[in-house]
């Protein structure tokens, strides 16, 4: 059974850094597009960035330069480091397994497998 469990969520305050983790199981997923996604309140769930099988990143606009997403595949853990955090970037951060490639990885639809959520709240 696949599992996707979330951990380094919580409050900071802006300017600050959170270092989030999603440990997976169930399956080896070094060879999988692994995203990390978040949902602010009041607003549909948006894409954050991408780590591909073949190791290229991909980030949205709004993070580019604060956030870097690595990916630990011995451990079947991928990272995301968010540093100069704002509090436009509170929001709860899910990570996913890319397992359909008929858009591309911005593309929630083609992600199959998705943690629980971790909090991310900052205060100004």
């Known amino acids: 059974q696949v599992q996707l469990v979330e951990s380094g969520g919580g409050l900071v305050q802006a300017g600050g850094s959170l270092r989030l983790s999603c440990a997976a199981s169930g399956r080896t997923f070094s060879r999988y597009d692994m995203g990390w996604f978040r949902q602010a309140p009041g607003k549909e769930r948006e894409f954050v960035a991408a780590?591909?099988?073949?190791?290229?990143?991909y980030y949205t606009d709004s993070v580019k330069g604060r956030f870097t997403i690595s990916r630990d595949n011995a451990k079947n853990t991928v990272y995301l480091q968010m540093n100069r955090l704002k509090p436009e970037d509170t929001a709860v951060y899910y990570c996913?397994?890319?397992?359909?490639?008929?858009?591309?990885?911005?593309?929630?639809?083609?992600?199959?497998?998705w943690g629980q959520g971790t909090q991310v709240t900052v205060s100004s």
């Open positions: 780590f591909t099988m073949s190791g290229s990143t």
């Open positions: 996913a397994v890319r397992i359909k490639y008929y858009r591309d990885y911005r593309a929630e639809d083609d992600y199959g497998y």
